[in-house]
C-alpha cells in the first residue's frame, strides 16, 4: 500500500496564480485533512471532509478550496496564490472520528509563491 | 497565552541518553494526547496516542499526561541516533466541531549523537 501520496512535491507559483494539489489514499478512510507547516509554527488544520461530498473548513481556510468526489481523492485548490501562502502543505486521514488522533500523512508539498 | 507550547530545541544529546520532550497547554478541555516524530522533509508519523491522564509505554518510549497540571511528556530510553527528528506534541478535544482538528506544538528538534 501507498498510503497518503501527495502530488506535486515542489511547486513555485507567481503571485495571482492558481493550482491544485493533489492527495490520494488508498487505506480507505473516511476522513481526510489538509494541514499547513509554516516554519517555527504549529500545523494548522486548512480543511477536512468526512467523507465522498462532505467538506468543512478548518483553522486557516481562506484563500482555498477543496472538493471530496471519491473516498480516495481530496484535492485542494489554491485561488490567486498570495505570498502569505508559501508553506509546506500535508494531506492526512484517518480511519473514524474516534482515531482523528492517528492521522496518515502524506510527504508534503513544498509550495513557494513568488 | 499559546493554545500549546513547545520548547522548539534544538536537543542534542550522547547516544544511550535518556530523552525527556515536554508540552504544556491551556485547554483543560483537550482529552486525546499524541506524539508525532517527523523527520527531515518527511510527514510526521504517529509515535504514541493517549487518553487522559496517565502513562503508556511503547518500546522505548513512554508518553505521560498530567491533565491537572495541564502537562504532557516524552520520554526515549537509550536514544539511537535513528531518534535525530522533529517531535511534535498534538491535542484535541473530545466533541463538537473542533474534534476534527489537531493542535500541535511547534516541534522539538532532537538530535543523538553517536
Given at each position: 500500500?501507498?498510503?497518503?501520496?501527495?502530488t506535486?512535491?515542489?511547486?513555485?507559483?507567481?503571485?495571482g496564480?492558481?493550482m491544485t494539489?493533489?492527495?490520494?489514499?488508498?487505506?480507505?478512510?473516511?476522513?481526510?485533512?489538509?494541514?499547513?507547516?509554516?516554519?517555527?509554527?504549529?500545523?494548522?488544520?486548512?480543511?477536512?471532509?468526512?467523507?465522498?461530498?462532505?467538506?468543512?473548513?478548518?483553522?486557516?481556510?481562506?484563500?482555498?478550496?477543496?472538493?471530496?468526489?471519491?473516498?480516495?481523492?481530496?484535492?485542494?485548490?489554491?485561488?490567486?496564490a498570495?505570498?502569505?501562502?508559501?508553506?509546506?502543505?500535508?494531506?492526512?486521514?484517518?480511519?473514524?472520528?474516534?482515531?482523528?488522533?492517528?492521522?496518515?500523512?502524506?510527504?508534503?508539498?513544498?509550495?513557494?509563491?513568488? | 497565552?499559546?493554545?500549546?507550547?513547545?520548547?522548539?530545541?534544538?536537543?542534542?544529546?550522547?547516544?544511550?541518553?535518556?530523552?525527556?520532550?515536554?508540552?504544556?497547554?491551556?485547554?483543560?478541555?483537550?482529552?486525546?494526547?499524541?506524539?508525532?516524530?517527523q523527520?527531515?522533509?518527511?510527514?510526521?508519523?504517529?509515535?504514541?496516542?493517549?487518553?487522559?491522564s496517565?502513562?503508556?509505554?511503547?518500546?522505548?518510549?513512554?508518553?505521560?499526561?498530567?491533565?491537572?497540571?495541564?502537562?504532557?511528556?516524552?520520554?526515549?530510553?537509550?536514544?539511537?541516533?535513528?531518534?535525530?527528528a522533529?517531535?511534535?506534541?498534538?491535542?484535541?478535544?473530545?466533541?463538537?466541531?473542533?474534534?476534527?482538528?489537531?493542535t500541535?506544538?511547534?516541534?522539538?528538534?532532537?538530535?543523538?549523537?553517536?
Amino acid at each position: 500500500n501507498a498510503g497518503v501520496t501527495q502530488t506535486p512535491k515542489f511547486r513555485i507559483l507567481k503571485i495571482g496564480q492558481s493550482m491544485t494539489l493533489q492527495c490520494a489514499q488508498d487505506m480507505n478512510h473516511n476522513y481526510m485533512y489538509w494541514y499547513r507547516q509554516d516554519p517555527g509554527m504549529g500545523l494548522k488544520l486548512i480543511y477536512y471532509s468526512v467523507g465522498a461530498g462532505i467538506t468543512d473548513k478548518g483553522e486557516v481556510p481562506n484563500g482555498y478550496n477543496v472538493s471530496r468526489s471519491t473516498t480516495e481523492d481530496f484535492p485542494l485548490r489554491l485561488e490567486l496564490a498570495a505570498p502569505s501562502q508559501t508553506s509546506v502543505y500535508f494531506c492526512a486521514s484517518s480511519y473514524s472520528w474516534e482515531r482523528t488522533g492517528e492521522l496518515f500523512f502524506g510527504e508534503g508539498s513544498r509550495l513557494t509563491v513568488l | 497565552q499559546k493554545e500549546v507550547e513547545q520548547d522548539p530545541g534544538p536537543l542534542s544529546v550522547p547516544e544511550g541518553a535518556i530523552v525527556s520532550l515536554n508540552c504544556t497547554y491551556s485547554n483543560s478541555a483537550f482529552q486525546y494526547f499524541m506524539w508525532y516524530r517527523q523527520y527531515s522533509r518527511k510527514g510526521p508519523e504517529l509515535l504514541m496516542y493517549t487518553y487522559s491522564s496517565g502513562n503508556k509505554e511503547d518500546g522505548r518510549f513512554t508518553a505521560q499526561v498530567d491533565k491537572s497540571s495541564k502537562y504532557i511528556s516524552l520520554f526515549i530510553r537509550d536514544s539511537q541516533p535513528s531518534d535525530s527528528a522533529t517531535y511534535l506534541c498534538a491535542m484535541r478535544l473530545n466533541s463538537g466541531a473542533g474534534s476534527y482538528q489537531l493542535t500541535f506544538g511547534k516541534g522539538t528538534k532532537l538530535s543523538v549523537i553517536p
